[in-house]
């Protein structure tokens, strides 16, 4: 069985650009949560997908949003980039909702300029 | 509002040494706490969950703890070997099923 896909692995942008990064949770996993990376701040949680309706929420701006597909893949875009930024982003997947073992994508790294 | 701590941020052992993790959060009203192992650049590898109405659980030489009254995890490892060395997270999920991590204990085993 594949793992949680992450793409793509490495990402270099600029200031008040925007970006997608994508994931594809690993097959019959419904719940697909976003993570943020960072040396200073560690690892926040983002937001959590199941079945194509966010489900929850963490404490960032409306830049960092989200969405699920049919096929519980997931998106997560970030417009007007700043160098904060900067990050490892990380995808996780579950089966269900609600304290399931979450299993973890490579991670996109994103280095904003 | 939740916080998870870890202490040490870091430890260095010598091989075949037995080691403790340790992890404590402020609020007891959790769901249930994961203990994670991340490699240098990679994404986290789940070792242990214990749901809150559970005390302990083992897989193989790790063992996790949860004392939900004092508000502490413990991770052991036993007879640790160079492969342990990794970075170790623990994270809470709350009642309101949002995660929160600490910033982990970064494990050096000494060959």
């Known amino acids: 069985k594949a793992g949680v896909t992450q793409t793509p692995r490495y990402l270099i942008k600029t200031r008040g650009q925007q970006v997608t990064l994508s994931c594809s949770p690993i097959s019959g996993h419904r719940s697909v949560s976003w993570y943020q990376q960072t040396p200073g701040q560690g690892l926040q949680f983002l937001f959590e997908?199941?079945?194509?309706?966010?489900?929850n929420k963490g404490n960032f701006p409306g830049r960092f949003s989200g969405r699920q597909f049919s096929n519980s893949r997931s998106e997560m875009n970030v417009s007007t980039l700043e160098l904060g930024d900067s990050a490892l982003y990380l995808c996780?997947?579950?089966?269900?909702?609600?304290?399931?073992?979450?299993?973890f994508g490579a991670g996109t790294r994103l280095s904003v300029l | 509002k939740q916080e998870v701590t870890q202490i040490p941020a870091a430890l260095s052992v010598p091989e075949g040494e037995n080691l403790v993790l340790n992890c404590s959060f402020t609020?007891?009203?959790?769901?249930?706490l994961q203990w994670f192992r991340q490699d240098p650049g990679k994404g986290l590898t789940s070792l242990l969950l214990i749901q809150s109405s559970q005390r302990e659980q083992t897989s193989g030489r790790l063992n996790a703890s949860l004392d939900k009254s004092s508000g502490r995890s413990t991770l052991y490892i036993a007879a640790s070997q160079p492969g342990d060395s990794a970075t170790y997270l623990c994270a809470v999920m709350n009642r309101d099923d949002k995660i929160i991590f600490g910033k982990g204990t970064r494990l050096h085993i000494l060959p």
């Open positions: 996780a997947s579950s089966l269900n909702s609600g304290g399931h073992i979450q299993y």
């Open positions: 997908y199941f079945s194509e309706t966010q489900r």
């Open positions: 609020d007891s009203a959790i769901y249930n």
